[in-house]
C-alpha cells in the first residue's frame, strides 16, 4: 500500500505538455473563482482614500495592483479554459514538402550541427534543410555541405532573422515552411505531430512549445525554463482554446501562402513573431498549439544572455502593443495579445513594491496609513495567497520560485526597455549568446544590487530610528524583497554558467535521442 | 513494495538503507559522545571551584543543591564541548553545542538570586573559553579566569540571552567545516570584549536594558563572523555558515530591539552627557547595522539555498538527486535519546512557582480518588484523566513542585521521540531528527512541559495518536489501529479540546478512503475507520454524562462551554482574528514573549509571503496536506469558535490546540528539507531555528515581562519574610485561596469578598493577583478595602509588586 504523491512540474523531455501535467479544471476554475471574489474583497477595501497616507504613493500603489489584477484576471481568463489537445490528426494525402529553416548568425558550429543532423532525420513529409547563414561564415558552409543540406546566405543582412527568413522563402518553394533556432534539435517526429492540423486550410501556422535541456546545469537555465513551462503550458493551452496562440519564433511549422499573403515576416520589429502573428489573425488565418515537447533546445546560460534575451522580447512586444490596438482583431484575441504586451511592464510595480518600504524606511511616507495590521492582513493576506495558489494550481507546478525572483531581479530590463519604446530608440536584434560566460556577471545585475543596498540600508536607518512594530513590518517587507533579488541575482554573483563542454554534450545527447 | 519506508518517496532509491550502509562501512566512525582524556583536569577543578561558590554565597542547603546541579550542569556542558571539540561529523558537533548552551541556560534555573547567576554564567563562559583554547590555543585549565569573568557580570542575569546567543554563535561557528578559526576568535572575542566593558562601566542598568545591548553586541559578533569570512579566500563559496547562522542573530535582535522605550532612554542618555560616542550608541548603531547585515546575509543564504534546489530539481539528463541519504537508525536512535534527555533536563529546570490553574489542580488531586472526580464534575469544566495522573504522583512522588511537575516533564520529554517517529512515518529519519531537535527546546513545549497541567499530556496523546494514523496508512497493521483509538480517546479524557484533532484525525482517514477508493486496501482501511470509530463510541461513552454534567452546571452559572469559566491570563489573549491567529502562530515556535517581542515579532509577518513564494514550485506531497490537516482542523475551528462566540476570545488560544504543536514542528522540519536541499544547508538552517527558539525559550524563562509568568510564589514568600504573628492576609480575586493554601496554609487568610478585616494591632497584608478573567471586579475589592483601611486610621506600610501580583502591607491601626 502506499501513498506516493503525483508529482507535477516540469514535463519529461520526451513528456507531452498537455497530457501529464494538465490539472484537472475544476480546482483551477474554482481556485480562480476564489480569486476573484477576494480580489473583489482586497479591492473594495484597498480603493478608499481614508486608507490613504501619501497621496502620491497611495495612487501608485492603486495604479500597480490595478495593472496586477488587469495581468490576473487575463491569466485567469486563459487558464479557465485550459484543456487537453487531441492529436493531431493524421495528414492525409501525398507527403508534404516541407523547407525547414534553420538561421544562423555567428553561432558556434558545434552548437548548429545537432539541430542540422536532428533536421535532416525529420519524418513524414519530403523535407529540405536549409542553413541560412548572416554570419556568412566558412565553417557553416562547410557544414552545410557536409551534411548535405541548403546553405543560403544573403549579401545585405537586412531585417535580422526576419529578413533572413524572407530571404530564404524567395529562394525556396516547399509548400510548408518550418523554423528551428539554430540551438533547438527536433524530434524525428516534429512534423507526424503538427502536420495534420494544416488539413484546415485556414491554419497558417501550428507552434510547438520550447523546452531547454540545459536547466540541469545552469541555475538561470532553469528557472528561465520554469517561466517558459508557465507560459508553454498552461497559458499556451488556454490561449490556443481561444484561439489567440501566437507564433513564437522556432519550432514552428508555416503555411506558406499564409506567409506570403502578408509579406513573410516583418522585418521592422524585434519580435518579428510576435508582429506577424497579429497580421495573420488580423487577416483571419487561424493558428493552433501543439503542446508537446518536438524541439529541444539551450535556454540563455547566464545574466547576460537572458538579459539580453527579455530586452529583446520586452522591446519588441511592447513595441507592438500600438499595432495590436490598432488592429482589427477580435477582442478576445485582442486581449490575449495585450496580455502577453504588458506583461513586460510588470517591472514597473516590482520597483514600486521594493520602493515602498525604502520610503517607509527612511523617509516615514508610506502609501497607506491608520490602518492596523489585521485591518490590512485580512484583506490583503488572502488576495495574495489566492493569486499564488490559482498560478501554482493552473500551472501544475511548473512555476517556481526561483523563475519568480529571476523575473524580479531584472525588473529593470522591463523599464529601461518601455523606455527604449517611448523615445523610439530602435534597439538591435541581439541573438540570445548560446554559450554561457564564465565568472560573475555584475553589469547585468547593478540595478539589482543598487536596490540590495538601499533595502539594506533602508533596515538600517529604519531600526536605528524608530524600532517600533510599524518599522519591524517593513523590515520584514524590505527582507522580502532583498530575499527575492538575491535569489535572483545570485547566479550572476557567484558566476553560476554552463561548461561549454558540457554543453556540448547536451546537444550530443539530444541527437543521440 | 508491500510496504513503503516512507509515506511519499521523493525517488525510487531514497527510503533504501544500502546507500547509507555503504557509506558507514567506508566512513571511519564517529567520536563517541563522551569526555576525552584531558577533559577531567578541567572537571573537577570546575565542578570544586562551583560548589565553593555557592556553599559561600548561599545558604547551606540551597548551596548544596545548587552545586550538585551545577556540576551536573558543568559534567553536560563538558561532554557537549568535548563532543564539538572533537567531532568530525557536523550534525553531532552541532548537537553538542546545543547541548552545552542548553546546559548552561538550564543552570540558570537552579534556584534563584545571584547563586544561579553565577553558576549559569560560570557555566555559559567556561563552555565558551573551554571550546576556544581546547580547541585552538590548547589550555586546560582556565576556571580563575572564568570567575573573573563571571564576577563581572554577576548580579546581572539578563546577561544570558546574549551571551547564549554569543556562546551558540562560537559553538556553530567551530562545529561545522570550512569556517576559520579566526572567525571563530572575532566571534567570540567581539561580542565577550563588549559585555566586559559594558559590565566594567559599572553601570548596571535594568535586566531588559542589559538584553539590549548585550545582544546587540552578539549581533556585531556575527558581524564580525562575517567580515571574517569574507576575507578569509575560498571560505564563502564553500560554507553559507555566517550568514545563515545570522538568522538566529537577527531573531535575537529583533527580541532585543524590543524596549523602544528603554533604546531611547538608553541612548539619549548618555547623548546628553558625553555625546554620540558613547558604548550605548555605538552599540544602538552596531545592532541596527547588524541587523541589516544580517537580513542581506538571510538574503544570501536563502538564494544560495534556492540556486542549489533549483538547478538539481531541474535535472533532466541525471536523475533527480535525492534528499540527503538518512542517517542509519541505530545513529538516529542514539541522538533522539540524547535529545530526550537534554529535552528533560531542560524542561528540569524551571524558578517558576506554580500559578493559579495548578494549585487548583493540586487542590483537588489532593482529595480521595472519587471524591475528586466528582469534584471535578461538580465544580470543574475538564475531563478527568490528568487529575488521574496527579492524583497518582501526588500519593507516589509528593506534592513539591517537582513532584508535580514531573508527570508532564516525563510527558514533555517523551514528546521528542515521537515527534522524530512522525517525521520518520511521514517523510524520513532526517526530517524526524531535525523536528526532534525543534521539540527538544521549542518554548511552548518546554512551558508546558513545565506545568502541572494537563497541556504536555495533550501533545503526546496527540503526537502518539498522528504516529499511530501514519503506521494504520502505511501499514494497516491491527495493533497501529489499537494505539492510534486508544490514544485519541484518553486524549479526550485529557482535553475535550483533544476532540478536535480526533475530528481531524477522522476526515484524514475519511480523504484517505476516498484517495484509495480503486485500491485494493480501500475496504481494509475503511473497515479499519469504522471498527475504529465504533471503539471511540465505546470507550468514550463514560465520559458523556460526565461532560454533560458539566456543561449544564457551566451552562447555569452562565459560562457554558464557550468560556473556559475561570481562566488566567485572559487579558493576554489576543482577541480572535488575524492578529490572534499569528500571535498563535507566534506562540507555537517561539513561545510565550512580552508583549512588546510578540507585537514586533507578529509585525514581521510579511516573511510569511516569502515562505509562501519560496514554496512556489514544490512538490504537493501527501504527508504536507495530512500534517497540514491535523494541525489546520483544531487550530481554525478553535478561532471558528472564538470568533463565532465574540465574547470568547480567551479561547484563541495555542493549549487548546496544543495537540498540533508537534505536528506544526514536524512541518517546520519538512519545510527546511523542502526548501534547503543540501545536507549542509539543511544542518545550518536547523541549527539556526534551534538557536532562535533558544534564545526564544530562555527569555521565555526568565523575562518577567512574560506575561505568562505569575509570581505568586514570590508574592507569599515576602509575606512569609515579612508577617508576624498574628498578622493576616486577604486576597482577591477568592480563587487565590487554593495558592495560598498550598505555599502558606499557616497565616491566617481570607478572601476579599468576605469583607475587610476591622481595626486591629496587627498588619493585613492585601494580594490582588492580576491577569484574571474578573481582575476588574478584583481591584475593585481591592481598591474598597483600601480605603476602608485608611478609613480605619491604617496606613500603607510597604507595597510590592511581582508579575502578575501586588502585595500591600497595611499596618495595624493607629
Request: net charge neutral.
Amino acid at each position: 500500500m502506499t501513498l506516493i504523491d503525483t508529482h507535477r512540474g516540469a514535463p519529461a523531455e520526451t513528456g507531452v505538455w498537455d497530457a501529464g501535467d494538465v490539472p484537472a479544471r475544476w480546482p483551477v476554475r474554482l481556485a480562480v473563482a476564489l480569486n476573484v471574489a477576494l480580489t473583489v474583497w482586497y479591492f473594495s477595501w484597498l480603493i478608499d482614500l481614508d486608507h490613504a497616507n501619501n497621496l502620491w504613493l497611495y495612487g501608485a500603489l492603486l495604479v500597480a495592483e490595478c495593472f496586477n489584477v488587469m495581468q490576473g484576471a487575463m491569466f485567469w481568463w486563459t487558464v479557465t479554459n485550459d484543456r487537453r489537445h487531441e492529436r493531431a490528426p493524421a495528414w492525409t494525402g501525398p507527403l508534404p514538402v516541407v523547407d525547414v529553416f534553420i538561421p544562423v548568425y555567428n553561432e558556434p558550429v558545434d552548437i548548429v550541427e545537432p539541430t542540422i543532423i536532428a533536421a535532416t532525420r525529420l519524418q513524414g513529409a519530403h523535407v529540405t534543410v536549409h542553413l541560412l547563414d548572416d554570419g556568412k561564415s566558412d565553417d557553416m558552409a562547410r557544414l552545410a555541405r557536409r551534411h548535405d543540406v541548403g546553405y543560403i546566405r544573403r549579401s545585405v543582412n537586412k531585417g535580422a532573422k526576419a529578413g533572413n527568413i524572407n530571404n530564404a522563402l524567395g529562394e525556396t518553394s516547399g509548400d510548408f515552411v518550418v523554423v528551428f533556432d539554430c540551438d533547438h534539435v527536433p524530434k524525428s517526429h516534429f512534423l507526424d505531430a503538427t502536420m495534420g492540423y494544416f488539413g484546415n486550410d485556414d491554419v497558417a501556422f501550428v507552434q510547438t512549445p520550447q523546452y531547454y535541456a540545459n536547466q540541469s546545469d545552469s541555475t538561470i537555465a532553469a528557472a528561465s525554463a520554469a517561466q517558459q513551462e508557465l507560459f508553454f503550458g498552461v497559458i499556451s493551452r488556454g490561449k490556443a482554446t481561444r484561439g489567440a496562440m501566437f507564433c513564437c519564433g522556432t519550432n514552428v511549422v508555416f503555411r506558406r501562402s499564409a506567409l506570403e499573403s502578408v509579406g513573410g515576416f516583418p522585418e521592422d520589429s524585434l519580435t518579428e513573431d510576435f508582429a506577424l502573428s497579429v497580421e495573420l489573425h488580423e487577416r483571419g488565418w487561424e493558428s493552433r498549439y501543439v503542446a508537446e515537447v518536438l524541439a529541444v533546445g539551450l535556454g540563455p546560460e547566464d545574466m547576460s544572455s537572458y538579459v539580453s534575451q527579455q530586452m529583446r522580447w520586452a522591446q519588441g512586444c511592447l513595441g507592438g502593443i500600438p499595432r495590436v490596438l490598432r488592429s482589427k482583431l477580435p477582442l478576445r484575441q485582442r486581449l490575449q495579445y495585450l496580455s502577453s504586451g504588458t506583461y513586460f511592464l510588470s517591472g514597473w510595480t516590482v520597483m514600486l513594491y521594493m520602493s515602498l518600504p525604502i520610503m517607509r524606511l527612511v523617509f516615514g511616507v508610506q502609501p497607506i496609513g491608520d490602518v492596523g495590521t489585521d485591518e490590512f492582513l485580512l484583506h490583503f493576506g488572502p488576495y495574495f495567497v489566492a493569486s499564488l495558489a490559482t498560478v501554482a494550481i493552473a500551472s501544475g507546478g511548473a512555476f517556481t520560485f526561483s523563475a519568480f525572483a529571476l523575473n524580479s531581479a531584472t525588473f529593470w530590463v522591463h523599464i529601461r526597455s518601455l523606455g527604449r519604446v517611448v523615445f523610439r530608440r530602435r534597439g538591435s536584434f541581439v541573438v540570445t549568446p548560446k554559450h554561457g560566460a564564465a565568472g560573475r556577471q555584475l553589469r547585468p545585475i547593478r540595478v539589482t544590487i543598487a536596490f540590495a543596498i538601499a533595502l539594506t540600508v533602508a533596515i538600517v536607518v529604519g531600526l536605528a530610528r524608530d524600532p517600533s512594530p510599524s518599522t519591524f513590518n517593513n523590515v520584514a517587507y524590505a527582507g522580502l524583497h532583498l530575499v527575492v533579488l538575491a535569489c535572483g541575482a545570485w547566479p550572476a554573483l557567484v558566476g553560476d554558467s554552463l561548461r561549454p563542454a558540457q554543453l556540448s554534450s547536451v546537444n550530443s545527447a539530444e541527437v543521440a535521442a | 513494495m508491500s510496504t513503503i519506508e516512507r509515506i511519499d518517496e521523493r525517488s525510487p532509491s531514497a527510503g533504501t538503507a544500502s546507500p547509507t550502509r555503504t557509506s558507514s562501512a567506508v566512513r571511519p566512525a564517529p567520536p563517541a559522545l563522551q569526555p576525552t582524556r584531558g577533559v577531567a583536569w578541567t572537571v573537577v577543578p570546575a565542578v570544586v571551584f562551583t560548589a565553593t561558590i555557592t556553599i559561600l554565597m548561599t545558604d547551606l542547603g540551597r548551596a548544596l543543591s545548587t552545586a550538585v546541579a551545577t556540576a551536573g550542569f558543568v559534567a553536560l556542558v563538558t561532554m557537549s564541548s568535548t563532543t564539538v571539540r572533537s567531532s568530525t561529523r557536523p550534525t553531532r558537533a552541532a548537537i553538542g553545542a546545543a547541548a552545552g548552551i542548553i546546559a548552561s541556560v538550564g543552570a540558570a534555573g537552579v534556584g534563584a538570586g545571584s547563586t544561579s547567576a553565577v553558576a549559569a554564567q560560570f557555566a555559559l563562559v567556561w563552555f565558551v573559553t573551554m571550546l576556544v583554547t581546547g580547541r585552538f590555543l590548547r589550555f586546560r585549565s582556565d576556571a580563575p579566569t572564568d570567575f573573573e569573568a563571571s564576577r563581572s557580570f554577576q548580579y546581572d542575569r539578563l546577561l544570558l540571552p546574549g551571551a547564549a546567543t554569543v556562546g551558540l554563535s562560537c559553538a556553530l561557528a567551530s562545529a561545522f567545516d570550512g569556517f576559520d578559526r579566526s572567525a571563530t576568535i572575532i566571534a567570540f572575542a567581539v561580542p565577550l570584549a563588549l559585555c566586559i566593558f559594558r559590565a566594567s562601566t559599572g553601570d548596571l542598568p535594568s535586566r531588559s536594558s542589559q538584553l539590549v545591548p548585550t545582544t546587540r553586541a552578539a549581533l556585531a559578533g556575527f558581524a564580525g563572523v562575517i567580515g571574517a569570512a569574507l576575507t578569509l579566500p575560498g571560505q564563502v563559496p564553500s560554507s553559507a555558515l555566517p550568514v545563515l547562522a545570522g538568522i538566529a542573530i537577527a531573531i535575537a535582535a529583533l527580541i532585543a530591539l524590543s524596549t523602544p522605550e528603554q533604546i531611547v532612554g538608553h541612548v539619549l542618555r548618555p547623548v546628553h552627557s558625553t555625546g554620540w560616542l558613547t558604548p550605548a550608541a555605538l552599540l544602538l548603531v552596531i545592532g541596527a547595522g547588524g541587523t541589516g547585515v544580517t537580513f542581506l546575509a538571510l538574503a544570501i543564504a536563502v538564494a544560495a539555498a534556492v540556486a542549489s534546489r533549483s538547478r538539481r530539481s531541474a535535472s533532466l539528463h541525471t536523475p533527480t538527486p535525492s534528499a540527503p541519504p538518512d542517517p542509519s537508525p541505530s545513529s538516529s536512535r542514539r541522538i533522539v535519546a540524547g535529545l530526550t534527555l537534554i529535552g528533560f533536563a531542560v524542561r528540569t529546570f524551571t524558578h517558576r512557582g506554580l500559578w493559579l490553574d495548578e494549585t487548583t489542580s493540586v487542590f483537588q488531586a489532593k482529595k480521595p480518588l472519587v471524591d475528586m472526580v466528582q469534584f471535578i464534575g461538580e465544580t470543574d469544566n475538564h475531563p478527568p484523566l490528568h487529575h488521574i495522573v496527579l492524583w497518582a504522583d501526588i500519593r507516589l512522588v509528593g506534592d513539591s513542585e517537582f513532584a508535580l511537575r514531573l508527570p508532564m516533564m516525563l510527558m514533555g520529554a517523551a514528546l521528542i521521540p515521537m515527534v522524530y517517529l512522525i517525521g520518520r512515518e511521514f517523510f524520513d529519519r532526517r526530517i524526524g531528527l531535525y523536528a526532534a531537535a525543534f521539540a527538544t527546546v521549542a518554548p511552548v513545549a518546554v512551558w508546558y512541559g513545565q506545568e502541572a497541567r494537563m497541556y504536555s499530556q495533550f501533545m503526546l496523546l496527540a503526537a502518539i495518536s498522528t504516529y499511530g494514523l501514519a503506521r494504520i496508512l502505511k501499514s494497516g497493521q491491527r495493533r497501529y489501529w489499537v494505539i492510534f483509538t486508544l490514544a485519541n480517546v484518553a486524549l479526550v479524557y485529557t482535553q475535550y479540546f483533544g476532540v478536535l484533532h480526533v475530528v481531524a484525525t477522522v476526515v484524514v482517514l475519511a480523504i484517505e478512503v476516498y484517495r484509495r477508493r480503486h485500491t485494493p486496501g480501500m475496504h481494509a482501511l475503511l473497515r479499519g475507520e469504522m471498527g475504529s470509530i465504533v471503539a471511540h463510541a465505546v470507550l468514550l461513552a463514560p465520559l458523556v454524562p460526565f461532560a454533560l454534567a458539566q456543561a449544564m452546571r457551566n451552562q447555569d452559572e452562565g459560562f457554558g462551554f464557550s468560556t473556559t469559566g475561570i481562566t488566567a491570563g485572559s487579558d493576554v489573549v489576543p482577541p480572535p482574528g488575524l492578529d490572534g491567529f499569528l500571535t498563535n502562530l507566534q506562540w507555537i515556535f517561539l513561545g510565550y514573549q512580552p508583549d512588546d517581542v510578540s507585537i514586533r515579532l507578529v509585525a514581521l509577518w510579511p516573511i510569511g509571503l516569502l515562505v509562501l513564494l519560496l514554496l512556489l514550485g514544490t512538490p504537493r506531497r501527501t504527508s504536507n496536506r495530512i500534517l497540514l490537516t491535523l494541525a489546520g482542523i483544531p487550530m481554525l475551528a478553535v478561532f471558528g469558535a472564538s470568533f463565532i462566540a465574540a465574547q470568547s476570545r480567551s479561547l484563541a488560544e495555542v493549549r487548546y490546540f496544543a495537540g498540533a504543536v508537534p505536528i506544526f514542528l514536524v512541518l517546520l522540519a519538512a519545510g527546511v528539507g523542502t526548501v534547503a536541499r543540501s545536507r549542509r544547508l539543511q544542518r545550518v538552517a536547523v541549527g539556526s531555528i534551534v538557536a532562535v527558539m533558544s534564545g526564544a525559550l530562555v527569555v521565555q524563562q526568565f523575562d518577567t515581562d512574560n506575561p505568562r509568568l505569575y509570581q505568586y510564589e514570590e508574592a507569599v514568600e515576602q509575606i512569609r519574610d515579612d508577617a508576624r504573628p498574628g498578622d493576616s492576609v486577604v486576597f482577591a480575586p477568592q480563587y487565590f485561596n487554593y495558592t495560598l493554601d498550598y505555599y502558606e496554609p499557616t497565616i491566617p487568610s481570607a478572601p476579599l469578598e468576605d469583607g475587610v478585616p476591622t481595626a486591629g494591632a496587627n498588619s493585613v497584608f492585601i494580594i490582588e493577583a492580576d491577569s484574571f478573567a474578573d481582575s476588574d471586579d478584583a481591584r475593585n475589592l481591592v481598591d474598597a478595602a483600601l480605603t476602608e483601611f485608611v478609613d480605619q486610621g491604617r496606613s500603607v506600610d510597604a507595597r510590592y509588586t511581582f508579575a502578575q501580583v501586588t502585595v500591600w502591607k497595611i499596618g495595624p491601626a493607629a
